[in-house]
Nanobody, 113 residues
Framework: QLQASGGGLVQVGGSLRLSCTAS????????TAWYRQVTGKEREQVAV???????KYEDSLKERCTISRDNTKKMVYLQMDNLKPEDTGVYFC?????????WGQGTQVTVSS
């Protein structure tokens, strides 16, 4: 139900825009979010946007990323700028509705120094 893309290899200071395509109508969702999994660490929430447009970011990315959505295209985006090596990991999108909770398959982000 979710397809994430946009990851890749980028140098320190570079930017990436992750995309997540949903098969569900985003107007019926409660929240959409991006998570990342770094090797050896637990999966953490990076950014979340609710149906009422409330947005929250993980502290280390607060000034460097922007979450957005396009309901007509059933897309959720995560723009990440000024990337750092510690941002390396697998990024997952998630959409939660009243009766569902879907995760995308993950897209790898690698930041080289």
């Amino acid at each position: 139900q979710l397809q994430a893309s946009g990851g890749g290899l980028v140098q320190v200071g570079g930017s990436l825009r992750l995309s997540c395509t949903a098969s569900e109508d985003l107007n019926n969702y409660v929240l959409t979010a991006w998570y990342r999994q770094v090797t050896g660490k637990e999966r953490e929430q990076v950014a979340v946007i609710t149906s009422s447009d409330s947005i929250k970011y993980e502290d280390s990315l607060k000034e460097r990323c922007t979450i957005s959505r396009d309901n007509t295209k059933k897309m959720v985006y995560l723009q990440m700028d000024n990337l750092k090596p510690e941002d390396t990991g697998v990024y997952f999108c998630r959409i939660v509705g009243g009766s569902y909770d879907y995760w995308g398959q993950g897209t790898q982000v690698t930041v080289s120094s």
